[in-house]
């Protein structure tokens, strides 16, 4: 049977705080028979995350529970405020203002934007920014009006207001501009980079801070035209920046693969919402101190990040853009997956402890957040494939408060009606009931809210053991020379050596990947007993072996290879299977060349070997490196005696001559003699 065990992690919730760990999923080797599935790392826990949370030191936990609604009113949300006890959703491609209120989406505003990229409170209004035409709007009214048009600027990418000096900012592209803009709609470019775009801005009690795309430079705006660069992250974009509390400033950036947002944002026109790092990407977080030291908080090496906000108690929670996870992450370094939606992008995270809003995109979900953990806090596993059917035994785990466990199995990869249905919840380590199946699924429910964690999980189980079967067992003695086609090749030169040692291999097909042990036999080629091989109480594991054949008698033999899953299971499971190879040639005494009689320039002779056939005969000049082959009497080598003549006068020119004679049988065995031509 496979190797196989896996592995699933977990979170912590204190009060109202959501805190962050992370994840991983990883494979275990069982030992002989059982094997198991293991949960207890973050990778291991990812599935469906329904109020449930997973942190970095694999545990689970309750977590964030949501009440979502589904928005058909545009494909893509861009960016989201909370409003009004709502939501306000900035969407793209068709820039359309959402309000959710109630439960109920309506479209609150319309504008002739390809795309409302940005929404920002200032001043006690609301603010949205606009691509192209460099526009941002007011909603007065129920409508979208205009507000000011920032000359040289098609995109708005993002707006931050400054409550401190009553300015409202905008990062925009494609000239690089960030501009501030009075109460009174008056703009001017407070900071002119040397990037096509700034991408994000934040502002707050002075401090002024924008991220650019392309080369990802993150600055600290000091006064108007007085920048320097904070970090050059040397990515592609600074997507967004938040600022704590205490002046520290948040910002993440991504590496994005090629056709996501920088090659829609290298142009004057703007990226449309589908556009927005589709092909997925990179992402890190980075904390900077109010003296400008730069901490990494985390990073994500298959996923990228579009939100990021900071919770109440000022720790940074982020929103992915391919996985559509929402992640919080504390000052030790530590994450959690908050939550796991279906949709594709989080561009909007807001969290006040037990309540708050998440907005899912691609399409446009709106989560808000009711809670933490309650009854319908349920984990659901990755479908775990066993590789083989498999009997499923006593399911354990290591938890605190009180959890309920079920499973179900079928045969297939992805669950459908053939499958068996979840038995009935379990909350104490329970015999599985389900039957036999590949593959297996286990739902996890949390059923004392906060106070229930799941630390780790184990499941064992033991497949259908399959004979692993022997299709071929080869030697290197028959014949040696062997063209792509199996034939033997005709000619040479030899190079090999004469050796006592034969060289055997085997192929085999082990269905479910059991450690085999191979038990080798020979016997004479006309004889009917089994000799053992091996020496006694040897252990061969390996697909090759080499018999020394030296106090053999010379003859042609035949090897046994059986193979066994004695090493993987127990006595009464283990399968064998055997198979003989073709006749392998025992062959360590050289021929020998007699009869050599020279007449003239005509060499004649005669080449004996114990067994044969005679492989080879050749002659060279001394002094000359070829070799010059030559054929027996009858044209062809077949027989272990094979009678030869040969005129020297094509090989040797005129004078005398020193003749090397040489002949080799089929193992390489060889006999050399010397001629000497007076004229």
């Known amino acids: 049977m496979s190797k196989l065990s896996f592995t699933p992690r977990a979170w912590t919730t204190s009060g109202a705080t959501l805190l962050a760990l992370g994840l991983g999923w990883t494979a275990t080797a069982g030992a002989v028979g059982t094997r198991h599935f293991v949960f207890d790392s973050a990778k291991d826990f990812e599935g469906e995350l329904d109020g449930v949370a997973v942190d970095s030191i694999g545990r689970l936990r309750a977590g964030l529970v949501l009440n979502s609604n589904s928005i058909s009113e545009a494909p893509a949300a861009w960016a989201a405020l909370e409003h009004e006890g709502g939501l306000l959703?900035?969407?793209?491609?068709?820039?359309?203002?959402?309000?959710?209120s109630g439960g109920q989406t309506k479209v609150l505003a319309d504008s002739d934007a390809m795309a409302l990229t940005s929404i920002v409170r200032a001043w006690g209004r609301v603010f949205v920014g606009s691509m192209p035409g460099g526009r941002i709007f007011e909603l007065k009214g129920g409508k979208l009006e205009p507000f000011t048009t920032l000359s040289g600027a098609e995109h708005v990418f993002a707006l931050a207001f400054d409550e401190a000096d009553k300015a409202l900012y905008a990062a925009t592209g494609p000239e690089g501009k960030l501009f501030r803009i009075a109460a009174?709609?008056?703009?001017?470019?407070?900071?002119?980079?040397?990037?096509?775009?700034?991408?994000?801005?934040?502002?707050?009690?002075?401090?002024?801070?924008?991220?650019?795309?392309?080369?990802?430079?993150?600055?600290?705006?000091?006064?108007?035209?007085?920048?320097?660069?904070?970090?050059?992250?040397?990515?592609?974009?600074?997507?967004?920046?938040v600022i704590g509390k205490d002046g520290e400033v948040f910002a993440i950036a991504n590496e994005l693969k090629a056709g996501g947002r920088t090659d829609a944002l290298s142009g004057t026109k703007p990226p449309g919402p589908q556009s927005v790092s589709a092909q997925g990407g990179k992402g890190w977080l980075f904390r900077f101190s109010k003296d400008g030291l730069p901490e990494e908080?985390?990073?994500?090496?298959?996923?990228?990040?579009?939100?990021?906000?900071?919770?109440?108690?000022?720790?940074?929670?982020?929103?992915?853009?391919a996985e559509g996870r929402v992640v919080g992450v504390g000052a030790d370094h530590q994450s959690v997956v908050l939550a796991d939606l279906d949709e594709r992008q989080v561009p909007f995270v807001a969290l006040h402890g037990t309540t708050g809003w998440l907005v899912g995109s691609d399409p446009i979900v709106a989560h808000q957040i009711e809670g933490i953990g309650g009854t319908n806090a349920v984990f659901t596993s990755k479908v775990l494939d066993a590789g083989l059917r498999?009997?499923?035994?006593?399911?354990?785990?290591?938890?605190?408060?009180?959890?309920?466990?079920?499973?179900?199995?079928?045969?297939?990869?992805?669950?459908?009606?053939?499958w068996s249905d979840y038995g009935p919840g379990q909350t104490a380590p329970f015999e599985v009931k389900n039957p036999p199946g590949r593959y297996v699924q286990l739902r996890v429910r949390m059923l004392d809210?906060?106070?229930?964690?799941?630390?780790?999980?184990?499941?064992?189980?033991?497949?259908d053991n399959l004979r692993a079967v022997l299709t071929e067992v080869k030697s290197d003695t028959s014949p040696r020379n062997k063209s792509t086609s199996g034939l033997s090749k005709s000619g040479g030169p030899l190079s090999e050596k004469a050796s006592t040692a034969v060289k055997v291999s085997w192929k085999v097909d082990n269905p479910d990947e059991d450690e085999l042990r191979y038990r080798v036999e020979y016997r004479l080629a006309n004889a009917a007993t089994w000799f053992d091989a091996l020496t006694p109480g040897q252990v061969l594991t390996d697909d090759k072996w080499t018999w020394e054949t030296e106090s053999l008698p010379e003859g042609k033999y035949r090897l046994r290879v059986t193979a066994t899953d004695e090493l993987s299971n127990p006595p009464g499971r283990v399968t064998r299977h055997s198979l003989e190879s073709p006749e392998v040639l025992v062959d360590n005494t050289p021929p020998v060349l007699g009869g050599l009689e020279l007449v003239g320039r005509k060499l004649t002779g005669k080449a004996v070997d114990g067994i044969g056939p005679i492989r080879r005969i050749e002659a060279r000049v001394a002094g000359v490196e070829q070799w010059i082959p030559f054929e027996p009497d009858d044209g062809i080598f077949d027989e272990a005696e094979e009678e030869f003549s040969v005129d020297l006068g094509a090989l040797v020119p005129v004078g005398p001559a020193l003749i090397t004679v040489r002949v080799f049988d089929m193992a390489g065995n060889f006999d050399v003699r010397h001629v000497r031509l007076a004229k």
């Open 449 to 463: 809210g906060t106070q229930s964690s799941l630390r780790r999980l184990e499941l064992p189980f033991v497949t």
């Open 184 to 241: 009174d709609s008056t703009a001017q470019v407070y900071f002119d980079s040397d990037q096509g775009h700034l991408v994000s801005v934040a502002a707050r009690g002075g401090q002024v801070y924008a991220g650019s795309s392309g080369a990802a430079r993150l600055y600290e705006i000091t006064g108007p035209g007085r920048a320097s660069v904070l970090r050059d992250f040397e990515t592609t974009e600074v997507r967004s920046i």
């Open 297 to 321: 908080l985390y990073s994500d090496k298959e996923d990228y990040f579009v939100s990021l906000a900071l919770d109440p108690q000022g720790q940074p929670v982020l929103g992915t853009g």
């Open 390 to 418: 498999a009997h499923f035994g006593r399911v354990s785990w290591d938890a605190e408060g009180k959890i309920e466990v079920s499973t179900r199995t079928g045969n297939t990869k992805e669950p459908d009606a053939s």
């Open 89 to 100: 959703v900035a969407t793209g491609s068709e820039g359309k203002l959402l309000q959710i």
